[in-house]
């Protein structure tokens, strides 16, 4: 039996210092979910960061198995296998993350129309991400007095009003003037939320280059869905809220992946 304090003893310190990053990213991850955020990005963030609190912890027994594994025939081809696994999900992610910085700062010429992106509304309420793009309107309006704003949303199942409702109201509460707002309150995703607000835009003979005012990690998705609609577009970012990031930067890179294959 391992005497009291034998674990720790049998550790070196930068097999502390890895179990102890890997804890600080467990509980970064693990944060949105008091507040009711939970999805692939988290999980798999805490995933990741327990496997590696537990090789930490368990450097010594786990090194001496893989030595023993990676001895026999199959085993190196697993390890070998499993490297370039890894290295191809870095290079990916390496790849994606490039994209979503470059996207981020496609910065829009003056008075561009914009058109804001919704996202989960608490009842009546935005959520903390939805809040954060209302702002990043909020300052471009601000700097750009001749522009208007499409904002765009439907109604989910969980809400009491449509995202682009919600966004009107906080808008003209922080003094922009409704006639500089036009609502479109019928999409459920980002293609359709671009493509009704162009058709919106159109109605009302509104042309031009567009900017997309949602979330940084979210705008070269969104960028490549108003490339593929023929839509000349730039980014508004929102700055997302630090506890939050974490987790839908991992989301992301699946929905990337995903749009990528589709």
């Known amino acids: 039996m391992m005497r009291n304090g034998g674990l720790c003893r049998g550790m070196s310190g930068w097999h502390l210092a890895l179990a102890a990053v890997g804890l600080l990213f467990f509980l970064w991850f693990f944060a949105p979910v008091f507040a009711g955020v939970c999805n692939i990005g988290n999980v798999t963030g805490m995933a990741a960061s327990a496997m590696l609190v537990c090789f930490g912890l368990f450097f010594s027994p786990v090194s001496a198995w893989l030595r023993r594994f990676s001895g026999t025939r199959g085993g190196r081809a697993v390890c070998v296998a499993a490297a370039l696994?890894?290295?191809?999900?870095?290079?990916?992610?390496?790849?994606?993350?490039?994209l979503m910085v470059r996207a981020a700062h496609n910065q829009p010429p003056e008075n561009a129309t914009a058109i804001v992106l919704g996202c989960k509304v608490n009842?009546?309420?935005?959520?903390?991400?939805?809040?954060?793009?209302?702002?990043?309107?909020?300052?471009?309006?601000?700097?750009?007095?001749?522009?208007?704003?499409?904002?765009?949303?439907?109604?989910?199942?969980?809400?009491?009003?449509?995202?682009?409702?919600?966004?009107?109201r906080e808008l003209t509460g922080k003094g922009i003037a409704p006639e500089r707002l036009l609502l479109e309150d019928a999409s459920t995703d980002t293609r359709e939320n671009l493509e009704y607000s162009m058709a919106l835009l159109r109605e009302r003979g509104l042309e031009g280059p567009v900017t997309i005012v949602t979330s940084e990690f979210h705008a070269y998705r969104a960028g490549r869905t108003a490339e593929r609609l023929g839509i000349t577009a730039y980014s508004t970012?929102?700055?997302?809220?630090?506890?939050?990031?974490?987790?839908?930067?991992?989301?992301?890179?699946?929905?990337?992946?995903?749009?990528?294959?589709?």
């Open 85 to 98: 696994l890894a290295a191809a999900v870095l290079l990916t992610a390496l790849a994606e993350t490039a």
């Open 123 to 168: 009842g009546t309420k935005p959520s903390t991400v939805l809040s954060e793009r209302i702002d990043a309107a909020y300052r471009y309006l601000q700097e750009n007095p001749g522009a208007v704003c499409v904002l765009s949303g439907g109604r989910g199942k969980d809400e009491r009003i449509s995202e682009a409702e919600c966004m009107l």
């Open 237 to 262: 970012p929102s700055r997302t809220f630090f506890l939050y990031l974490p987790t839908f930067y991992v989301r992301e890179l699946y929905g990337i992946l995903y749009y990528w294959i589709r």
